[in-house]
T-cell receptor
Framework: EPEVTQTPSHQVTQMGQEVILRCVPISNHLYFYWYRQILGQKVEFLVSFYNNEISEKSEIFDDQFSVERPDGSNFTLKIRSTKLEDSAMYFC????????????FGEGSRLTVL | LAKTTQPISMDSYEGQEVNITCSHNNIATNDYITWYQQFPSQGPRFIIQGYKTKVTNEVASLFIPADRKSSTLSLPRVSLSDTAVYYCLVGDRGGGFKTIFGAGTRLFVKA
């Protein structure tokens, strides 16, 4: 069964460092998403991406965040200067059609900022 | 985006049927209702989606009344492994891009 893969599974970084989280969505999917989940809290929408550009973003997705699809297969989330409060699980998801279609999530990347 | 309201938590015993109801009073004509399941430290997993009446798959059933202002996820004969958080989402299947998760319902299945 096709799946969304994410790397790294866990990353520990120092505050102020740049982090790049990588995702390989399912190959025939067209819409891509990043979500985050702080421990014990709900899944929060960060950004959606379609046709090589951001479709929507939340208030969490400020200038410290950026997304890119550099080579037609990878979908990356970059945090330029990490803060302690960025510590969370980051989930990538993809879907063939738009929102409310069946989102396929990856296993997540746990980011710990010290 | 239609707001959803679900119970915060529910308890059940193995072998019982569990029904989780979600309210979405301002659902729009084009909106679909989708349920996801999430285990700790894992990404949410799609369970079922519907527009009206009843949808059934190998995992669950989804009941949607005629006014579509609520929906009920039914899990037949739950087991311990069904302990998870269940999310009800409402959104336009085709045109929208933002899929928002609410707080979900934490289901705890006891032996």
């Amino acid at each position: 069964e096709p799946e969304v893969t994410q790397t790294p599974s866990h990353q520990v970084t120092q505050m102020g460092q740049e982090v790049i989280l990588r995702c390989v969505p399912i190959s025939n999917h067209l819409y891509f998403y990043w979500y985050r989940q702080i421990l014990g809290q709900k899944v929060e929408f960060l950004v959606s991406f379609y046709n090589n550009e951001i479709s929507e973003k939340s208030e969490i997705f400020d200038d410290q965040f950026s997304v890119e699809r550099p080579d037609g297969s990878n979908f990356t989330l970059k945090i330029r200067s990490t803060k302690l409060e960025d510590s969370a699980m980051y989930f990538c998801a993809s879907v063939i059609q738009g929102a409310a279609g069946e989102l396929f999530f990856g296993e997540g990347s746990r980011l710990t900022v010290l | 985006l239609a707001k959803t309201t679900q119970p915060i938590s529910m308890d059940s015993y193995e072998g019982q049927e569990v029904n989780i109801t979600c309210s979405h009073n301002n659902i729009a004509t084009n909106d679909y209702i989708t349920w996801y399941q999430q285990f700790p430290s894992q990404g949410p997993r799609f369970i079922i989606q519907g527009y009206k009446t009843k949808v059934t798959n190998e995992v669950a059933s989804l009941f949607i009344p005629a006014d579509r202002k609520s929906s009920t996820l039914s899990l037949p004969r739950v087991s311990l492994s069904d302990t998870a958080v269940y999310y009800c989402l409402v959104g336009d299947r085709g045109g929208g891009f933002k899929t928002i998760f609410g707080a979900g319902t934490r289901l705890f299945v006891k032996a």
